[in-house]
């Protein structure tokens, strides 16, 4: 599975973006996806900062994101998103999308490579 992301750009705090993941194969809707990040400086979290279940049924937020970010999935096109609205400057970021073959509680089998979020103040 290779996965691209995209999306990734500079905006002002308070405003919007949305990250998209183009996921190849067609075992996409079989998988579990999610966002991960990383602060310039800092290791990857090694919490997602969302996830959704093959199904779109279930998601999970960390809580510095949630109720500002939206992730959903359009098997049809193997493309997951991230639509972050209210966008503060702590979530400059490298934003990488990740599958898992298990589902969503299992650990990511396979990584994209990143798209950069910066959010100035």
């Known amino acids: 599975v290779q996965l691209q992301a995209s999306g990734g750009g500079l905006v002002q705090a308070g405003g919007s973006l949305r990250l998209s993941c183009a996921a190849s194969g067609r075992a996409f809707s079989s998988y579990a996806m999610f966002w991960f990040r990383q602060t310039p400086g800092k290791e990857r979290e090694s919490v997602s900062v969302?996830?959704?279940?093959?199904?779109?049924?279930?998601?999970f937020y960390a809580d510095s994101v949630k109720g500002r970010f939206t992730i959903s999935r359009d098997n049809a096109k193997n493309t997951v998103y991230l639509q972050m609205d209210s966008l503060e400057p702590e979530d400059t970021a490298v934003y990488y999308c990740?599958?898992?073959?298990?589902?969503?509680?299992?650990?990511?089998?396979?990584w994209g490579q990143g798209t950069l979020v910066t959010v100035s103040s």
């Open positions: 969302a996830a959704i279940s093959w199904s779109g049924g279930t998601t």
């Open positions: 990740a599958a898992a073959v298990g589902g969503i509680q299992y650990e990511p089998d396979y």
